[in-house]
């Protein structure tokens, strides 16, 4: 729909590491029981992905399951099919302690993408970006210097980022302007 | 600057990960209270030299609010625990004796 | 004088020459000199003056001990004043100005302090200036403001940027001279993740200008082999030019590292902050000679023996050609026989023991150096430079026995283990009476988390004092903090030195040992200071024992070298005045960052635009291009008024309240917090959050409700809608949404976590329109879609609909007292639907406003505000909320608080409106006076403006206010006096101004 725009209008700066707004995407918090069998059922019919373990991401194309927390789920899903999927969380789940709220306009996503991204993202970021302490398929929430966000990778070179809509901007300058002098090698 | 660990997330968590919270296991006063227990509630707090509970919530994380035991003389952290309880874990209470033996905090020992 | 040799320059590049500038004067230099090296080889001996009395100051140091040599560096928004030209690498066109002197470094005219040295002893400013008091404002005050500080601040905002690095390591090492490359090694091939840090441009520290043996290699191979080695390890590390600046708690330490400091044309970071976790560290650091106290010794020619050493050997620079070398102990023996080797002429060593036969004193007498032994020094002569000193006996009172002619002295003291990473989060230390100095004491290092060491200190820093000492201490360090950190591979066999037999030194506190007060009167101990022995006996005799007191009141170790030089010798003088044992006196408390580090590097990329996150709404940039003159909400910058043409801000508020007043207003309310409640025991949730009665509120409807403390303070406010039975939307201020969900979330999990209710906050996801005035209904029905007429929406009614084909949800809220929709949809359909709103209200006199707007009409109507009327003292009941608080429920969060007795206080200031009595503004903050004055004279108080405005609807100021037993006195006129000494009256009125009956919402 033309009405739609994302927080940054799909702004890029490109170089040794790339720094991307990632374009819309269906986003989901659910909040629940997350051993209970029809939550797991509804949630990889609507992701195609199994449940992830503590701190874990499982992605299938755009779509995707984040551990967020032992009583939170991130669903990932198409931009334009996060209506319906909660409306299935909805009805799968009637009857039960629960909540499933669209969430994707709340979120940016922005991609650090390319040589270096660890090393964008340890300028501003406390957590143990290495290999060790963050690896393929486990997402980190963490802040980026003063704001909060969830960074992971899938292939454990480039890496996503999600934070608020409102800071996307504030995002994006910081890891561009991180990116534009090489780190000092460490990771 | 102090790690915690987070045990919702079982990871280290920077300090400026985290929100300070105050004393832990503080019991709610409220109506019906006497005017000197709901004043011992808002505003009396423990300040040891030693063994301390301490509330804290991993604020840049997963946003749970846990428990952690720690001395405030040399800071070392004898464990973090769920905030859904009335009471330090037994084995952490015994883990806390054996290296500050005779430590008492409010009515725990 | 001071010159460059022919030969020697162990880290020049003698083919480069480089141009620079001291206080005008063209020098050169070449590639690898520090400034300071570059100075001497030009004759630059004065580079400075002293902080009290403006004594010349020459260079006393080769290091980060330096304490004189600082200099202004830079112009413009590169100036930067106090940089230690010691550790200052030389670049083509570097432009330094000497500090603290006046006309000029050579003719200083503040130097007749130093004729007045007599009247200016320790604790002189606390003596001084304290009568008569009158006097310390306008005298004494600017006085000290002028004297006090070295340097000049800059003027311009720093040009340079920066930048953090957060690194998580298994095992830090800082330091990279042998030490720190045995224990990198060690820690290396254990397979720990290894930084290794060291704050000079060069590895291998000192060994190799003192002729270390390593492994059969001389020191400089050694060196160059280890850190190819090191290199070549995927898990080590090496960063130059970076120093250690501070240990703290749980493994967290700093590093600074001076990135483009040696080339400001390189593009980049100037400084680099490293923010590192590290399990283990070791502590390479090194250690600092001392300096002798004997009469003179602050003038420009006397320098360390090590010193003097490493300008020799590393720079290729001599100091003089006569150099008289006073020592206690046989180190500095290698000073004399360099200097000899370099052909220059060693008139004698002073040795202060008796007895002296070590390796090095032997050879030193091979080579036809003269030892005098039991010897020291009276004075040394010359006033801007050395010309010669007078010898005498050390254990005498400084008879003069012979006079010998010199251009430079080369003292050592002994060598001082650099404890300060140690010591800064809580490693106690040893006196080791052997070497006479503080070291580690290993079994009491820092604890972290696991209540185990994180510090295990290496080398020299650990009092091992020799090259064969060294090694084995450090690798076994490393290969110790590598253990503890984890790694389990094998160290293999470390590196192994040659190193000559030394004798024991012998303490030496004073030269000589029976000073006359004369003598001691010149014998300096921290030389940026201006501390002499004299001061420290004098500071002892008054009172002082605390060594941390002492410090204070005599200035001793402050500044920016922190007693680097000074700190031993110091208390060393304080423990003999106080005739106690120096460990008994101990030391000052060492602080990071071991040397000043950059303000810059500190703030990272946290400036300009970084400075702080800016949050934004779908519709920012609209507002920005159409006039929005900003006023940060929170983090959120808001619009205040949308300024048209040449109209003031001002003009646009009373526009934008008369247009949304008559016509059509539009806000941006996405701000607002939105926070979604659900759950089968939400209702009783939010009954315990608010004070009013949420559970009974219908599905399909809207309540205003407060939220107070535990303390019973008001907290926040807003409209909350019951979307269905078991889920709500509570909307809360713009600043409270975060705020607000955190309190949530803290009496969910740690109060009542039996209790099912989940909370999300979806603040974020929708952009929110307030649609307001007279045509509010009409711009909607034009854009079409669902009814919104009175009959099926009513007010406080919502309902979920599409208008203009925009999904969205309608809430009928009013906080204008105008009929109004409050209209929330998706936030990346924001902007699309605010211009739909101002392209179907065209016709209607459509216009945005901003928060200043929204605040006149709010209160024209009485509403209260966040953080106007509410300061977090306020409790609803001061506000006439009295119809917000339920009668009817047991507990509330503020209840129980509400009943103590000073929250029930009839005395409390309540709320009222005010009407001027001649129409204008009274000032924001305003306090309305009563009869008589307080204990300090001053005018009782009985209230105090909380809002006030113009209101152009009803053409005259208004204002808000708390003011006591304020709801009885109705129509009484009080005072408010303004800053400018006149008052204003206002008539107490009821604070719903405007349209009481709600006539203009209710349609």
């Known amino acids: ?187 | 600057m102090l790690t915690l660990e987070c045990p919702y997330c079982s990871i280290q968590a920077d300090e400026t990960e985290l929100h300070a919270g105050g004393e832990a296991h503080l019991k709610r006063e409220t109506v019906g209270s006497l005017d000197n227990d709901f004043e011992d509630y808002l505003f009396m707090r423990e300040n040891p030299k030693g063994v301390h509970f301490e509330r804290w919530r991993h604020v840049a994380g997963c946003g749970k609010w846990f428990h952690a035991a720690r001395c405030t003389m040399t800071l070392e952290v004898f464990g973090t625990y769920s905030a859904q309880t009335l009471a330090p874990p037994k084995d952490l209470r015994e883990k806390i004796s054996t290296k500050r033996p005779g430590w008492t905090w409010r009515a725990f020992s | ?1003």
């Open chain 3, 1 to 1003: 004088m001071s010159t460059r040799l022919a030969t020697a320059g162990r880290l020049l590049d003698r083919a480069s020459t480089m141009e620079f500038t001291f206080n005008g004067k063209r020098m050169q230099g070449h590639e690898g000199d520090t400034l300071a090296s570059a100075l001497l080889a030009n004759d630059q001996m004065l580079v400075g003056r002293s902080f009290k009395y403006h004594r010349p100051r020459g260079l006393v140091a080769s290091g980060a001990e330096e304490p004189n040599g600082l200099v202004n560096m830079g112009a413009g928004a590169f100036f930067e004043p106090n940089q230690r030209i010691t550790t200052t690498e030389l670049f083509e066109g570097l432009a330094a100005e000497s500090q603290n002197h006046w006309p000029s470094l050579e003719f200083d005219v503040g130097a007749v302090n130093a004729k007045l040295s007599r009247f200016m002893p320790a604790g002189f400013y606390y003596k001084m200036f304290i009568h008569p008091r009158p006097l310390w404002k306008h005298v004494y005050e600017p006085f000290i403001r002028k004297a006090a500080g070295l340097g000049r601040a800059p003027t311009e905002m720093d040009g340079s940027s920066y930048e953090h690095f957060y690194a998580h390591v298994d095992v830090l090492i800082t330091g990279g001279g042998i030490a720190g490359l045995a224990a990198a090694l060690a820690a290396g091939r254990a397979g720990a993740d290894v930084l290794l840090v060291e704050q000079t441009a060069h590895w291998g520290g000192r060994a190799p200008v003192d002729g270390a043996q390593i492994d059969g290699l001389d020191g400089d191979t050694w060196v160059k082999e280890t850190v190819q080695a090191l290199e070549s390890m995927d898990n080590v590390t090496l960063r130059n030019r970076t120093m250690g600046t501070g240990v703290y708690d749980h493994g967290y330490a700093l590093a600074y590292e001076r990135l483009t400091d040696h080339a400001p044309d390189q593009d980049g970071p100037r400084h680099r902050l490293w923010r590192i976790r590290a399990r283990q560290i070791v502590t390479a650091t090194g250690s600092i000679e001392r300096p002798l106290s004997f009469a003179g010794n602050d003038i420009p020619g006397v320098m360390l023996a090590g010193a003097v050493r490493d300008y020799a050997v590393n720079f290729g620079v001599s100091l003089g050609d006569r150099t008289v070398v006073v020592t206690n102990n046989d180190d500095a023996y290698r000073t004399a026989i360099t200097l000899k080797d370099a052909g220059l002429d060693v008139p004698v060593i002073l040795d202060a023991r008796p007895t002296a036969d070590g390796s090095l004193v032997q050879q030193a007498r091979e080579m036809g150096i003269r030892v005098a032994l039991g010897k020291g020094i009276a004075h040394v002569n010359g006033a801007k430079r050395v010309t010669g000193v007078s010898i005498c006996l050390q254990a005498g009172e400084g008879s003069e026995i012979e006079e010998i002619a010199c251009d430079a002295v080369a003292m050592s003291g002994g060598w001082s283990p650099v404890v300060h990473l140690w010591s800064h989060c809580g490693g106690k230390l040893i006196w080791d009476d052997a070497q006479s100095h503080f070291r580690p004491d290993a079994s009491r290092p820092p604890l972290g988390a696991d209540g185990l060491g994180f510090v295990v200190p290496a080398g020299a820093a650990n009092g091992a004092m020799s090259t064969a000492e060294v090694l084995v201490d450090a690798f076994q360090a490393g290969a110790a903090a590598a253990k503890a950190a984890g790694a389990t591979g094998k160290t293999g066999r470390g590196p192994t030195g040659d190193t000559p037999k030394e004798e024991p030194m012998a303490p030496v506190w004073l030269m000589p040992q029976g000073a006359s007060y004369k003598l001691r009167s010149k014998m300096w101990l921290d030389y940026q200071n201006d501390v002499k022995v004299s001061d420290v006996q004098l500071a002892a005799r008054e009172g002082y024992e605390s060594v941390e007191h002492t410090k204070r009141y005599t200035t001793l170790g402050m500044a920016t070298d922190q007693g680097k030089l000074s700190n031993i010798n110091g208390l060393a003088t304080l423990a003999g005045a106080l005739n106690a044992p120096i460990p008994a006196v101990g030391t000052t408390t060492f602080r990071p960052p071991y040397t000043p580090i950059s303000m810059g590097a500190i703030g990272g990329e946290a400036r300009g635009e970084l400075f702080q996150p800016l949050h934004k709404t779908p519709m920012h940039d609209w507002h920005d291009a159409n006039g929005a003159d900003w006023e940060p909400v929170g983090h959120w910058r808001r619009a205040y008024a949308f300024v048209r043409g040449a109209e003031t801000v001002e003009q646009a508020v009373q526009r934008e309240v008369t247009n949304t007043r008559e016509n059509l207003g539009l806000l941006d309310a996405s701000t607002l917090g939105k926070l979604i409640v659900r759950g089968p025991d939400a209702g009783k949730f939010l009954d315990m959050l608010y004070t009013n009665m949420m559970s009974t509120l219908k599905p399909g409807r809207c309540r205003y409700g407060l939220m107070c403390t535990e303390n019973g303070f008001l907290s926040d406010d807003g409209v909350v809608a019951r979307i269905d039975d078991d889920t709500f939307l509570c909307h809360t201020t713009t600043g409270g949404a975060d705020r607000i969900y955190a309190h949530m979330e803290e009496w969910l999990q740690t109060e009542w976590w039996d209790w099912q209710v989940y909370v999300t906050n979806v603040t974020e996801q929708f952009a929110q329109v307030a649609v307001v005035g007279p045509n509010a209904r009409k711009v909607l029905e034009k854009l079409g879609g669902m009814d919104v007429s009175a009959e099926a929406l009513s007010f406080m009614d919502w309902a979920d609909g599409t208008i203009g084909g925009f999904d969205c949800r309608v809430y009928r809220i009013s906080f204008s007292g105008e009929l109004s929709f409050e209209i929330a949809v998706p936030a990346s359909q924001g902007r699309a639907f605010w211009d739909a709103l101002l392209e179907a209200g065209a016709e209607f006199g459509v216009m945005p406003y901003g928060t200043e707007c929204l605040h006149i009409m709010r209160a024209e109507k009485g509403f209260i505000m966040i953080g106007d009327e509410t300061d977090g003292t306020v409790i609803p009941q001061d506000l006439g909320l009295h119809w917000a608080i339920s009668k009817k429920k047991d507990d509330f969060l503020g209840k129980r608080a509400q009943e103590r007795d000073h929250m029930t206080d009839p005395t409390r200031w309540q709320l009222v409106g005010l009407e001027t009595t001649d129409g204008s503004v009274i000032p924001d903050g305003a306090y309305a006076v009563g009869e008589g004055v307080n204990e300090n004279g001053q005018r009782n108080t009985q209230g105090r403006v909380t809002s006030t405005y113009h209101s152009p609807t009803l053409g005259r100021g208004i204002a808000m206010g708390l003011v006591l037993h304020g709801p009885d006195r109705m129509g009484e006129v009080i005072e408010f006096p303004k800053v400018d000494g006149t008052s204003v009256k206002a008539k107490i009125v009821n604070p719903v101004f405007f349209d009481p009956e709600g006539e203009k919402q209710n349609v």
């Open chain 1, 1 to 187: 729909m033309s009405n739609v725009t994302s927080a940054l209008n799909g702004r890029e700066v490109t170089g040794v590491t790339t720094i991307r707004e990632g374009g819309f995407r269906g986003m989901i918090t659910l909040r629940g029981d997350l051993s209970n069998a029809n939550l797991k059922k509804v949630c990889k019919a609507v992701t195609g992905v199994d449940m992830p373990a503590q701190r874990g991401v499982n992605m299938h194309g755009e779509s995707g399951l984040a551990w967020m927390s032992p009583d939170e789920l991130l669903l990932l899903v198409p931009h334009d099919a996060a209506d319906e999927s909660v409306a299935k969380i909805d009805a799968a789940l009637n009857g039960t302690h629960y909540l499933a709220v669209n969430v994707s306009d709340a979120r940016a996503l922005i991609t650090v993408q390319g040589k270096g991204a660890r090393e964008v993202l340890a300028r501003v970021c406390p957590a143990d970006l290495r290999a060790s302490g963050l690896p393929k398929g486990e997402m980190r929430r963490t802040r980026l210097a003063q704001v909060p966000t969830a960074i992971w990778t899938q292939d454990g070179d480039d890496f996503a980022v999600i934070c608020f809509r409102s800071v996307a901007g504030y995002v994006f300058d910081l890891l561009a302007n991180a990116a534009k002098t090489p780190g000092p090698g460490l990771l």
